[in-house]
């Protein structure tokens, strides 16, 4: 069933109290029935707040990756420097 088709509880406990079931049984059977329709599905607000924190996951690492590449960008001009002290000029 659809996340966004509701479930009748009150018309699934009269159609089990029509077809002879106790009414606290036809509570108990619906009460079970409505959590498994609807106890795994995602709501609207439930996605909202997934994209809102993937987001913010995303520009964290983004964030991080660029302060990564400035660091590594430093060590790399940091040997050359050394390299060009160092080494015999060519030729």
């Known amino acids: 069933m659809p996340a966004d088709v509701g479930f009748d509880t ?3 406990v009269q159609r089990l109290r029509d077809a002879g079931i106790e009414q606290a049984h036809a509570e108990a059977i619906t009460a079970s029935i409505h959590v ?3 106890g795994g599905v995602a709501t609207k607000a439930d996605l ?3 994209k809102i924190e993937l987001e913010r996951q995303i520009e964290k690492a983004k964030f991080d990756l660029t302060w990564r590449l400035i660091a590594a960008i430093g060590v790399i001009n940091a040997i050359f420097l050394a390299l060009s002290r160092y080494l015999p000029p060519p030729g």
């Open 36 to 38: 498994d329709v609807t």
């Open 10 to 12: 009150i018309a699934a």
């Open 48 to 50: 909202e707040l997934s």
